[in-house]
């Protein structure tokens, strides 16, 4: 069995708050939890949290498997890597932007 490129991609997949907050919950519970017991912390539908379950395993971010007639579901940060490193770049531009600012007001301090 071969792997399978993701459907959507991770910034498309937590562009949406309520799948934000669903990587929350399952990464505070750091175990599988029923579709149940996800609805029970949101104020949508079980199909509407299944809909948002959905993108978030074709982007690679959850994984779910049966056990019995229930499906539970469970985080797979790893994909979270790109977005890690992504937002690692922006802090180190900002970060070197901002430094030169510093240096530049304290060298025009000191001229004055």
Do not use: C
Not at 7 to 26: E, G, M, N, W
Not at 27 to 48: L, N, Q, V
């Amino acid at each position: 069995m071969g792997v399978t490129e993701p459907q959507h991609d991770v910034f498309q997949a937590i562009a949406d708050s309520t799948r934000r907050s669903l990587l929350k919950l399952l990464a505070e519970a750091d175990k599988e939890m029923s579709i149940t017991a996800i609805t029970e912390h949101f104020p949508i539908s079980r199909t509407g949290i299944n809909k948002h379950l959905q993108v978030l395993s074709e982007a690679g971010l959850v994984s779910s498997r049966k056990v019995g007639r229930e499906t539970r579901y469970k985080i797979q940060p790893d994909p979270l890597t790109e977005l890690k490193q992504w937002l690692s770049f922006f802090e180190q531009y900002w970060e070197t932007k901002l430094s030169a600012l510093k240096e530049f007001l304290e060298t025009d301090e000191r001229e004055t």
